[in-house]
């Protein structure tokens, strides 16, 4: 049976892996190692990502398949009758590995992730039986794997789940600050994580558009408050999807303490007025977790506080093309500035909130 994910023909991004006459890699090569991230490099102010590496491989064997993913030891052997395809799509963010991988047949995955890291997967798409851990493993279900954890999946017929790995003790820090809470503690002994059907979803489209970036527009990774950006989403919503599968009653605070904690917020916020800031950054500021600013923007402005910090950068977009000079200036870029990394999602918002296009404010100054 012929897979969905054929090689690429175009000559000037894709060439043969070495060794592997069957795989296919477009863009740059990966990492061989897992970096070296502190637990404080996913914490604001010492966050500072190197430059982003990208790569996808196409492959039509599932034991090379298994080798293609950077820094993990694992084996892969085909269950399902037929020709095997595969398709990887691996990004690098400052210590954070974020991959989209694709199979066309049942495959027994056997290994063990990088040392030392804190796996999630979230199944985009699963056609048929799927076993994790020794557990069958039901569609609204993601995966796990600690530091101390082996890696045992019997996949379904077909496949397509995002994974993303980083360092378990970044990750325990970076939980610590935001929820108050040792997560590793709550993982420990856990493979399968259930999520709500509508956090599940949000999670699921929110990777769609993600990986959506990575395919058309990967170039804007290379500007530094982008890639923060992206990858400060990513946490944001990884983290509220596994305090989803282990949902405690949020605490309850009076109004004026509330109404305190969002004006420090907002202080913080327009105190940056040339820089974008996220749900990471501010929490990490005052030093409150996730659940209690949402709570408090919820209950003093009636929205989140992820949907006031976009406001603020738009409205950030909108001075900066007013006030742009030159003709060689561009929406996208001045967007990438502002750590818009779905450009038509932020035209699409951009004309909600102004009532225009970025490119009719930008052609207006011209």
């Known amino acids: 049976m012929d897979g969905p994910y054929p090689a690429s023909t175009d000559a000037h991004r894709t060439r043969v892996v070495p060794g592997r006459p069957a795989g296919v890699l477009l863009d740059r090569p990966h990492r061989l190692d897992p970096p070296n991230i502190s637990a404080v490099s996913l914490v ?24 293609n993913l950077g820094a993990w030891d694992q084996t892969y052997e085909q269950l399902g ?21 694709r199979t066309s047949h049942d495959v027994l995955e056997t290994g063990i992730a990088w040392p030392g890291s804190r796996t999630f997967g979230i199944p985009l798409a699963m056609h048929g039986t799927a076993v994790f851990g020794g557990r069958p493993m039901p569609d609204d279900r993601i995966l796990t794997l600690g530091p101390q954890d082996c890696l045992e999946f019997r996949t379904p017929s077909s496949l397509d789940i995002v994974g993303l790995a980083l360092s378990a003790g970044a990750f325990s820090m970076l939980t610590h ?3 108050g809470i040792d997560i590793e503690d709550e993982l420990r002994g856990r493979l399968l994580l259930p999520v709500a059907p509508a956090m599940l979803a949000n999670l699921r489209e929110f990777l769609v558009r993600v990986f959506e970036l990575l395919e058309t527009s ?12 992206l990858q400060h989403a990513l946490l944001e919503h990884v983290i509220g999807a596994v305090r989803d599968a282990s949902a405690e009653p949020p605490q309850t605070f009076t109004r004026s303490v509330r109404q305190g904690i969002v004006q ?33 923007f919820h209950d003093m402005l009636g929205m989140s506080p992820h949907q006031y910090l976009r406001t603020l950068r738009l409205n950030g977009l909108r001075r900066a093309l007013r006030n742009a000079v030159g003709a060689g200036t561009s929406v996208q870029a001045v967007a990438a500035r502002w750590g818009f990394w779905h450009l038509s999602s932020c035209a699409a918002d951009y004309r909600r ?10 052609r207006a100054v011209r």
């Open 44 to 67: 604001p102010p010492a966050l500072s990502p190197s430059r982003p590496l990208l790569r996808t491989v196409v492959s039509a064997d599932a034991d090379e398949h298994a080798h």
């Open 81 to 101: 009758r037929g020709r095997f395809t595969g398709r990887l799509d691996e990004l690098w963010l400052d210590g954070l590995q974020l991959f989209r991988e």
């Open 177 to 179: 600050d935001l929820e």
């Open 218 to 229: 990967a170039e804007q990774l290379a500007n530094p408050p982008l890639a923060r950006g």
């Open 264 to 296: 420090r917020a907002r202080d913080y916020a327009l105190s940056r007025p040339d820089e974008p800031v996220t749900v990471v950054e501010l929490c990490a500021a005052l030093k409150i977790s996730r659940r209690t600013l949402q709570t408090c």
């Open 353 to 362: 909130q102004f009532g225009e296009l970025p490119s009719t404010t930008l």
